[in-house]
């Protein structure tokens, strides 16, 4: 058992603002917030003595959920798999995965699949939840799922990159969305249309930046996002739209919400950290699609973050061998962003110095999620009762990436090198410490 302690520090973020307070936790749950001054012992008689610990006044945070995270295992254990990703987690802060139906061998399709998944994550250090998929054809597997205790599905309205995991036309919708609807379960989609993607001409340079990112244009995000909206309107099914790229798509997004369209929106650390004119030729670390936009766009999407147009920020890690990225070939080179426990970090490089408060760390990382995954009862904010899963982080210490001391899989990132801002110093999942200054316990 976890066992009965407290938490104090100066800096405790609450649903009420940052407060100096102590989080007592009894076992897996949290016991109770107590604001300054902190009631250093409970001497009722059926409640142990809590012993605290004092973190000064580093910041304590709810942990982390992150929302959209490629797993893999099983099948492609060998890209990623339950125990690297999960001490990646725990040394990122996050205490919550949500994994997605695909790159894994069998996609989370079916309800057998779900079973041979949930038994791979059964020793993961923190805890998984799962999406299932909506792929053509298989509306009638959804209700089993959801029944099952999938929060939500996700599908690809463009080529998934992955065999087993075909993308959805308008019609194929049209037969998913009513389940949804009736189940009130979101539909998580990858908006880009396979009719605004431009063909590579054979005469582009494959190592340019430029190449890949002149084929996956913002036209591309926008035509797929008006459909989803136009079909959000009509089955007045949750729609959420993933990793968005496109800030000229914010707009529309805000004109849909106003509307009252239940619709939500992300992005990923890496759309509000890199920009396409920094990019180097032949770094295919950095391609994932929809692409990394220009450094107007990563202005856009951080005024629609701090604006509230999008609601949270996922990681969207999805690993390769490094062989897969190739030798510099954008064309061939699989494309997805590896760095599962530097969002905290990221996002909090980017946000302090547009001058945002630390609370919105929480609501975009923690609160918002938890939200999405259907897991507001449990996760996403430090109240009595909810579980015991906190990130203890220091928002004033810089450090540089070296990307052979992270703990995914596959070392290889973009972030090598860069000089982040806001250090993970422990991490407890369901009231057990599972991370402590650079070793996931």
């Not at 992005?267 to 391609?287: N, R, S, V």
């Not at 918002?368 to 210490?397: F, N, T």
Request: charged share 25%; with cysteine; glycine share 8%.
């Amino acid at each position: 058992m976890p066992g009965v302690y407290g938490i104090r520090s100066s800096r405790v973020v609450l649903p009420s603002g940052v407060r100096p307070a102590t989080v007592y936790v009894r076992d897996t749950r949290i016991d109770r917030v107590v604001l300054e001054p902190p009631a250093l012992l409970d001497t009722t008689d059926d409640t142990p003595v809590f012993q605290i610990r004092d973190v000064g006044d580093r910041v304590v945070m709810p942990g982390i959920v992150d929302t959209h995270v490629h797993i893999n295992e099983p099948g492609r254990t060998e890209w990623e798999g339950f125990e690297t990703a999960t001490k990646a987690a725990a040394a990122g802060g996050i205490t919550t995965l949500v994994d997605m139906p695909l790159n894994s061998v069998p996609a989370t399709t079916k309800l057998w699949a779900l079973d041979a998944k949930q038994y791979a994550g059964r020793d993961a250090l923190v805890e998984v939840v799962y999406w299932g998929g909506v792929v053509p054809g298989n509306e009638a597997a959804l209700e089993p799922l959801i029944d099952a205790g999938v929060p939500g599905f996700k599908c690809f309205l463009s080529p998934s990159g992955v065999d087993e995991f075909e993308f959805v036309e308008e019609e194929d919708l049209r037969r998913a969305l009513p389940v949804l609807q009736r189940r009130r379960r979101p539909l998580l989609a990858h908006a880009e249309s396979p009719a605004a993607l431009k063909p590579i001409p054979a005469v582009s340079d494959p190592r340019a930046y430029a190449t890949w990112l002149a084929s996956r244009p913002e036209a591309a995000e926008i035509d797929a996002i008006a459909l989803l909206i136009s079909l959000c309107r009509e089955f007045h099914t949750p729609i959420h739209i993933v990793h968005l790229a496109a800030a000229a798509a914010v707009p529309m997004l805000r004109d849909a919400r106003a509307e009252g369209l239940p619709i939500t929106v992300e992005t990923c650390p890496h759309y509000l950290t890199f920009c396409a004119e920094e990019i180097p030729d032949g770094a295919t670390l950095y391609k994932c699609a929809p692409p990394i936009r220009g450094r107007d766009n990563r202005d856009g999407l951080w005024r629609a973050l701090m604006d509230g147009h999008i609601d949270l920020v996922a990681t969207d890690h999805s690993p390769c061998p490094p062989a897969m990225k190739g030798d510099g070939d954008f064309i061939q080179a699989w494309g997805g962003i590896a760095a599962l426990e530097l969002s905290l970090p990221a996002v909090w490089t980017g946000a302090s110095a547009r001058g945002v408060p630390i609370a919105r760390i929480a609501q975009w990382l923690s609160t918002a999620p938890a939200r999405l995954a259907d897991l507001q009862g449990r996760k996403g904010s430090l109240e009595a009762g909810k579980d015991a899963d906190l990130v203890v982080w220091d928002p004033d210490a810089e450090f540089v990436v070296d990307e052979r001391r992270l703990h995914q899989r596959h070392k290889r990132t973009p972030y090598d090198g860069c000089t982040l801002r806001g250090r993970v110093m422990e991490t407890y999942a369901r009231g057990r410490l599972v991370y402590r200054e650079g070793t996931p316990v």
